[in-house]
């Protein structure tokens, strides 16, 4: 598949806007999506429409297979068993189903880290005493206070794979096996902005992850659906969030007993068109493979950081290595106090999408950049020139606007 043919697939990117194109870097908040998933969820409204697991009829049944093979296709794409994979909303819901489902204390210690998102860090602040891993003076992971705050034993560590307004990756691997040597602590990863790209999709046949969240509709499927992988011993474990039907075996009116796992997680009639998106998108996906995604992210966030660091009145976020992470950049621009007011002019003069503010991750951004950030991200079917098109624009902005 070659990244022209790439661009073709996604409908939104032939838009005219005011007769301009569209640049979409906003990849981060979600991704656009291709023509096969778009035709999955409206082939299954056309053709089908019905309920799952509930019909003994020939839609029904239907229905219930194409489902529960998108749930096997996810299985097969984490090395893991289909009964670990539980459909939820997203990442979100599946964060929290976890940090309630443990039935953790309030003094219960969990490790997690600054740079997360605020769906990983409220459900465990919630639930438990969590205590937060600092970055180091490039803006990176600090490793060492991670193995500090790990002699307090904590019972879960939290991991961000990938950080949605630095994009540092963290190295996943290593640090689960310092949580489990440490502590033999519950390792749970927020896979939101890792999972949609190949090369760093997380095989849990190889590393010793307990449970990975993640959501369809940044790895190019649509909303309303995402995922919690868990290993099946902790998922037995773990309380459901939810109650309703479709999740028991029988009620009665003293009593009710659950279904095994998954479906004892899955009350409630599920987002299925959006799931059968789900399934397409992954097979998208494993077309387009690791290399080409390890190779085209590295062009792309090499020119949001060269792009940063040729201007003086930029300042960016995180590392400035292009080494472990992913095509994610977040600025704050000099004398400018109202980053929104360039997001916008960005949009309305040159077709250029991208996002202002705390980006969910308010206590790195602030800590950080003291205020808001403009931040731009870039996924398969952007090009490195539509990086250069957005310093270039910025560059006539702020110009135009006296800032610099
Ligand atoms: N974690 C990270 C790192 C994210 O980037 C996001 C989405 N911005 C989330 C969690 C939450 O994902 P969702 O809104 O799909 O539940």
Request: a negative charge.
């Amino acid at each position: 598949m070659g990244l022209e043919n790439c661009q073709a697939d996604f409908p939104v990117l032939e838009r005219l806007i005011d007769g301009q194109r569209v640049t979409y870097l906003d990849s981060a908040a979600t991704s656009l999506k291709p023509r096969s998933v778009i035709d999955a969820m409206s082939n299954f409204y056309s053709q089908n429409g019905v309920n799952i697991h509930r019909g003994k009829y020939y839609l029904s049944e239907e229905a219930s297979d194409s489902y529960e093979r998108v749930r096997y296709s996810i299985a097969q794409y984490l090395g893991a068993y289909g009964n670990e994979i539980v459909f939820t909303k997203g990442t979100t819901e599946s964060l929290n189903l976890v940090a309630y489902g443990l039935g953790l204390q309030q003094d219960d210690i969990v490790v997690g880290f600054l740079d997360s998102h605020h769906a990983q860090l409220l459900p465990w602040r919630r639930a438990a005493n969590l205590k937060l891993v600092n970055l180091n003076s490039d803006g990176g992971i600090d490793l060492d206070h991670y193995h500090e705050l790990l002699k307090l034993k904590p019972k879960v560590v939290v991991l961000t794979h990938c950080s949605n307004v630095s994009g540092n990756i963290a190295p996943i691997e290593e640090m689960t096996i310092a949580a489990k040597e440490a502590c033999d602590a519950i390792v749970v990863v927020d896979a939101a902005q890792s999972m949609p790209h190949p090369h760093l999709r997380i095989d849990v046949s190889k590393i010793d992850v307990d449970f990975v969240a993640f959501s369809a509709h940044k790895m190019l499927g649509p909303t309303g659906v995402g995922c919690l992988y868990g290993k099946s011993s902790r998922l037995n474990e773990l309380r459901p969030l939810m109650l309703g039907g479709g999740m028991v075996d029988w009620v009665d009116t003293e009593g009710s007993q659950e279904r095994k796992i998954p479906h004892r997680f899955e009350a409630g009639t599920p987002a299925i068109a959006s799931t059968l998106g789900f399934g397409e998108a992954i097979n998208y996906l494993k077309r387009f493979g690791e290399k080409k995604s390890l190779e085209h992210t590295e062009e792309l966030t090499e020119a949001i950081i060269k792009g940063a660091m040729e201007r003086d009145y930029i300042q960016l976020l995180g590392t400035k290595s292009t080494e472990n992470r992913c095509a994610i950049g977040s600025l704050r621009i000099k004398n400018c106090d109202d980053l929104s007011d360039i997001a916008r002019s960005l949009s309305d003069s040159y077709g250029i999408m991208c996002r202002t503010g705390h980006m969910c991750a308010q206590p790195i951004v602030d800590e950080q950049m003291g205020d808001e950030v403009l931040r731009i991200s870039a996924y398969i079917y952007n090009t490195t020139e539509e990086i250069e098109r957005f310093y270039q624009s910025l560059d006539e902005l702020v110009s135009f606007l006296g800032l610099v």
